[in-house]
T-cell receptor, first 117, second 116 residues
Framework: GAVVSQHPSWVICKSGTSVKIECRSLDFQATTMFWYRQFPKQSLMLMATSNEGSKATYEQGVEKDKFLINHASLTLSTLTVTSAHPEDSSFYIC?????????????FGDGTRLSIL | AQKITQTQPGMFVQEKEAVTLDCTYDTSDQSYGLFWYKQPSSGEMIFLIYQGSYDEQNATEGRYSLNFQKARKSANLVISASQLGDSAMYFCAMREGRYNFNKFYFGSGTKLNVKP
């Protein structure tokens, strides 16, 4: 089945550091990937839609200069949290679909737990 | 208005019993898909079951079934013969349209605890 790999799974770093998270579709090509943020005991909040070869589409209230998204190939999207601060600490998770059949679910990476000290 | 509503923040069920997790949705589209995901404490999102808006039969996948009532815009998840490993957060999601760029809308989730 379709697999999405996310790396790293856990990051602890100092305030002011920039952190890059990778999301890869391992056995399929993904022209679109999604990035979510999840606070403890809450639902997934869509941050942005990553589009291969073009600019990402950000949801309202998400700072595009803070959360840089690059989707340079059909199998890789990256999210960079620039100059991270403690309030950016969260669980970040990406997803993609394998094809456009109506029953295709979003396949999720295992997520990245980001802790900013 | 909320696209997906899950009204049960937490549920308890006895092991081996069945449990229903509620989900209602709001859309004016004719073509949409409904999905249920399980999220254990480790954080990964596990796809459980899908129901298409044009599907006349309720979806089933092993111990999971979806009680789809289109007129009521509800898509409740039924887990039969609950197991301890079913303890997790469960999210209902909807996709309007069928293309890869179509977003998924997630509900607030239901925390299921299975008691031995």
């Amino acid at each position: 089945g379709a697999v999405v790999s996310q790396h790293p799974s856990w990051v602890i770093c100092k305030s002011g550091t920039s952190v890059k998270i990778e999301c890869r579709s391992l056995d399929f090509q993904a022209t679109t990937m999604f990035w979510y943020r999840q606070f403890p005991k809450q639902s997934l909040m869509l941050m942005a839609t990553s589009n291969e070869g073009s600019k990402a589409t950000y949801e309202q209230g998400v700072e595009k200069d803070k959360f840089l998204i690059n989707h340079a190939s059909l199998t890789l999207s990256t999210l960079t949290v620039t100059s991270a601060h403690p309030e950016d600490s969260s669980f970040y998770i990406c997803s993609a679909r394998d094809g456009e059949a109506s029953n295709q679910p979003q396949h999720f990476g295992d997520g990245t737990r980001l802790s900013i000290l | 208005a909320q696209k997906i509503t899950q009204t049960q923040p937490g549920m308890f069920v006895q092991e081996k019993e069945a449990v229903t997790l509620d989900c209602t949705y709001d859309t004016s589209d004719q073509s949409y898909g409904l999905f249920w995901y399980k999220q254990p404490s480790s954080g990964e999102m596990i796809f459980l079951i899908y129901q298409g808006s044009y599907d006349e039969q309720n979806a089933t996948e092993g111990r999971y079934s979806l009680n789809f009532q289109k007129a009521r815009k509800s898509a409740n998840l039924v887990i039969s013969a609950s197991q301890l490993g079913d303890s997790a957060m469960y999210f209902c999601a909807m996709r309007e349209g069928r293309y890869n760029f179509n977003k998924f809308y997630f509900g607030s989730g239901t925390k299921l605890n299975v008691k031995p």
